[in-house]
């Protein structure tokens, strides 16, 4: 790969690993060390990823008008001050205010960093998002251990530690991005992909699958809100709990030379994948609403993350099989949208059902839900067959 490229991995590694420091151990510093319900903190996460989404739409538009580079460093600048901001003071007001700046700065840089990987590297094609992809689990993997092991000692040296990782990315993007000649291109966004549906199938195949994907995600993100306090009621310390997403991290990097040989076989029907891995899903839910000890708490994070690894790549990669030519950004615009939408939902979803009904209440719901989540994948692609058989009887009308 070229150097420009190593330079923006090591950029994103870098600030995935200091996003890492704080966001598993959220609802725990909320709940425990603020004394707020789990309802609360569920409306801070939301807060925090309903910014990020703000963020990242206007990540892109930056792109497009002022360059990578300034986009980048202008997010990165936003997020150290308010870094700054929450280091010093940390009580539950401007906890709320810095959390969800950093939410809106930090959704800034991500799509820039993805524009400028594929531009400086534009034959690179698919390795290129995957190298960046690669890099943000092994910033997951090293970020929650470490920021379990700080918290042990002191949980205000997590933002610190946070702060710290932040200045030596913006260093980074200073002095190595800088050379890096990138000019603003012509590359699809939401911002500019608002014309009509004209082919209605796709689309409607597209909002099906996405539907489910956003259930899917509803429930994944217990386990950094509900689950994480959860843990903490029941004897799991912040230590072993970091551990647990260093091991998700872990398994998706290492895991790779093993699921190949079965996604080879499947890797053409991305329905099967969908149902397969949701299917894996449920079952690290269930092993989580038994569990009473940390070794079920590891194998139900292995459990989920083999299921992880079908759904969440398998997404975007039918929404870029969906897409008419010249609207595939348009549709994976959709997709993220519908990823975050999860994110904003599940933590205050998750904190409601546990403060009114109780965990084992939230286990029951998240299995519905990714439940119904296998029927959206197994009919998804109903509209498709419609549109066929309707193409077929206009030719056959044609013909006669």
């Given at each position: 790969m070229p150097k420009r490229v190593w330079l923006l991995i090591i950029g994103m590694l870098v600030n995935v690993t200091g996003n890492s420091f704080l966001w598993?151990?959220?609802?725990?510093?909320?709940?425990?060390?603020?004394?707020?319900?789990l309802s609360l903190a569920g409306l801070v996460l939301m807060a925090n990823a309903g910014a990020a989404v703000i963020g990242n739409l206007l990540g892109g538009a930056l792109f497009d008008r002022i360059g990578g580079y300034k986009s980048i460093l202008g997010?990165?600048?936003?997020?150290?001050?308010?870094?700054?901001?929450?280091?010093?003071?940390?009580?539950?007001?401007?906890?709320?205010?810095?959390?969800?700046i950093i939410g809106f700065s930090g959704g800034i840089v991500f799509p820039s960093m993805y524009a400028m990987v594929g531009t400086?590297?534009?034959?690179?094609?698919?390795?290129?998002?995957?190298?960046?992809?690669?890099?943000?689990?092994?910033?997951?993997?090293?970020?929650?251990?470490?920021?379990?092991?700080?918290?042990?000692?002191?949980?205000?040296?997590?933002?610190?530690?946070?702060?710290?990782?932040?200045?030596?990315?913006?260093?980074?993007?200073?002095?190595?991005?800088?050379?890096?000649?990138?000019?603003?291109?012509?590359?699809?966004?939401?911002?500019?992909?608002g014309k009509r549906i004209r082919k209605k199938a796709p689309f409607n195949a597209l909002m099906i699958v996405s539907a489910g994907y956003l259930l899917c995600w509803i429930g994944y993100v217990q386990w950094q809100s509900?689950?994480?306090?959860?843990?903490?009621?029941?004897?799991?310390?912040?230590?072993?709990?970091?551990?647990?997403?260093?091991?998700?991290?872990?398994?998706?990097?290492?895991?790779?030379?093993?699921?190949?040989?079965?996604?080879k076989r499947i890797e053409d029907n991305i329905k099967r994948q969908l149902v397969i891995g949701m299917g894996i899903m449920i079952v690290s839910y269930v092993i989580v609403a038994f569990a009473q000890d940390f070794s079920m708490f590891v194998a139900a994070m292995v459990v989920l993350t083999i299921g992880e690894m079908f759904v969440w790549p398998a997404v975007p990669a039918l929404a870029n099989q969906l897409a008419p030519k010249g609207r595939e950004g348009f549709y994976q615009g959709i997709v993220n949208s519908v990823a975050t939408g999860g994110r904003m939902i599940g933590p205050l979803l998750g904190g409601v059902m546990v403060d009114v009904y109780g965990m084992p209440a939230l286990f029951i719901?998240?299995?519905?839900?990714?439940?119904?989540?296998?029927?959206t994948a197994l009919l998804y692609d109903r509209p498709l067959k419609a549109a066929e058989l309707e193409q077929s009887a206009q030719l056959q009308e044609t013909y006669n």
């Amino acid at each position: 790969m070229p150097k420009r490229v190593w330079l923006l991995i090591i950029g994103m590694l870098v600030n995935v690993t200091g996003n890492s420091f704080l966001w598993p151990l959220t609802t725990i510093y909320m709940h425990d060390h603020l004394g707020k319900s789990l309802s609360l903190a569920g409306l801070v996460l939301m807060a925090n990823a309903g910014a990020a989404v703000i963020g990242n739409l206007l990540g892109g538009a930056l792109f497009d008008r002022i360059g990578g580079y300034k986009s980048i460093l202008g997010g990165i600048v936003v997020t150290t001050v308010a870094l700054a901001g929450l280091t010093l003071w940390h009580e539950f007001l401007p906890f709320v205010i810095f959390y969800t700046i950093i939410g809106f700065s930090g959704g800034i840089v991500f799509p820039s960093m993805y524009a400028m990987v594929g531009t400086v590297w534009p034959e690179g094609g698919r390795k290129a998002f995957n190298a960046i992809y690669l890099a943000q689990n092994v910033g997951v993997a090293i970020g929650p251990a470490m920021a379990g092991i700080l918290a042990a000692y002191r949980f205000d040296f997590i933002f610190a530690a946070n702060l710290g990782m932040y200045v030596l990315f913006f260093l980074i993007a200073l002095f190595g991005f800088k050379s890096m000649s990138i000019s603003p291109v012509s590359h699809t966004s939401v911002f500019n992909e608002g014309k009509r549906i004209r082919k209605k199938a796709p689309f409607n195949a597209l909002m099906i699958v996405s539907a489910g994907y956003l259930l899917c995600w509803i429930g994944y993100v217990q386990w950094q809100s509900t689950i994480s306090a959860y843990t903490q009621e029941i004897g799991i310390t912040l230590t072993q709990y970091s551990l647990l997403w260093s091991l998700n991290g872990f398994l998706i990097v290492a895991g790779q030379p093993f699921i190949r040989p079965i996604m080879k076989r499947i890797e053409d029907n991305i329905k099967r994948q969908l149902v397969i891995g949701m299917g894996i899903m449920i079952v690290s839910y269930v092993i989580v609403a038994f569990a009473q000890d940390f070794s079920m708490f590891v194998a139900a994070m292995v459990v989920l993350t083999i299921g992880e690894m079908f759904v969440w790549p398998a997404v975007p990669a039918l929404a870029n099989q969906l897409a008419p030519k010249g609207r595939e950004g348009f549709y994976q615009g959709i997709v993220n949208s519908v990823a975050t939408g999860g994110r904003m939902i599940g933590p205050l979803l998750g904190g409601v059902m546990v403060d009114v009904y109780g965990m084992p209440a939230l286990f029951i719901l998240v299995t519905v839900l990714i439940a119904i989540a296998i029927v959206t994948a197994l009919l998804y692609d109903r509209p498709l067959k419609a549109a066929e058989l309707e193409q077929s009887a206009q030719l056959q009308e044609t013909y006669n």
